[in-house]
């Protein structure tokens, strides 16, 4: 059974940083791009970015870019999403995903910025 | 960006009810297009693939139409565990969500 388990989330000041993780069982790791999607206190989705099997691409929602950082460990089977310069909009659920026959999500794990 | 429009953003309908969910793109997304159902308290799932590809354990009522900027998801007899909040994503740039239908049961 697929199983992915975020953690990490907190509360943080703005302009503070953050690093969530994901740890992934029941599946090849990796094998399988991952993203992270995270849904804000409006219950609106937002697609934040992903990272190929290995890790040497990834890509960003031009709103994210230079202040997200995703990465992955395969040994570990674990992604990351380090959060620079948060702001107040980045409060949010934050879930990792992977599409393989269909796909799973996290439980999602919750970002709270404020001062 | 590619703006996704979902209408109606509430909808309310009885058991057995024909439903009709909207999603307009703000260009063509040459059916790049999935569906998500997400229940309270739980991550969304996804429904469908590429416009009308039905993912595998998704009841057959469920459907979904489309080319261009049009999008439909259709429900063909709705039960009771079908409300939820339904979003519909493109994927022919950088994924973007629509605002999401809250469907209840009248």
């Known amino acids: 059974e697929v199983q992915l388990v975020e953690s990490g989330g907190s509360l943080v000041q703005p302009g503070g940083s953050l690093k969530l993780s994901c740890v992934a069982s029941?599946?090849?790791?990796?094998?399988?791009?991952m993203d992270w999607v995270r849904q804000t206190p409006g219950k609106s989705l937002e697609w934040i970015g992903e990272?190929?099997?290995?890790?040497?691409?990834?890509n960003y929602a031009p709103s994210i870019k230079d202040r997200f950082t995703i990465s992955r460990d395969n040994a570990k089977s674990t992604l990351y999403l380090q959060m620079n310069n948060v702001k107040s909009d980045d409060t949010a659920i934050y879930y990792c995903?992977?599409?393989?026959?269909?796909?799973?999500w996290g439980q999602g794990v919750m970002v709270t910025v404020s001062s | 960006d590619i703006q996704m429009t979902q209408s109606p953003s509430f909808l309310s309908a009885s058991v057995g009810d024909r439903v009709t969910i909207n999603c307009k793109a703000s260009?063509?997304?040459?059916?790049?297009l999935n569906w998500y159902q997400q229940k309270l308290g739980e991550a969304p799932k996804r429904l469908i693939h590429n416009t009308n590809s039905l993912q595998t354990g998704i009841p057959s009522r469920f459907s979904g139409s489309g080319s261009g900027t049009e999008y439909t998801l259709t429900i063909s007899s709705l039960q009771p565990e079908d409300v939820a909040t339904y979003f519909c994503?493109?994927?022919?740039?950088?994924?973007?969500f629509g605002a999401g239908t809250k469907l209840e049961l009248k």
């Open positions: 029941g599946y090849t790791f990796s094998n399988y791009w």
């Open positions: 260009q063509n997304i040459n059916k790049y």
């Open positions: 995903r992977v599409i393989t026959t269909t796909d799973y």
């Open positions: 990272i190929n099997t290995d890790g040497s691409k990834t």
């Open positions: 994503q493109q994927y022919n740039s950088w994924p973007t």
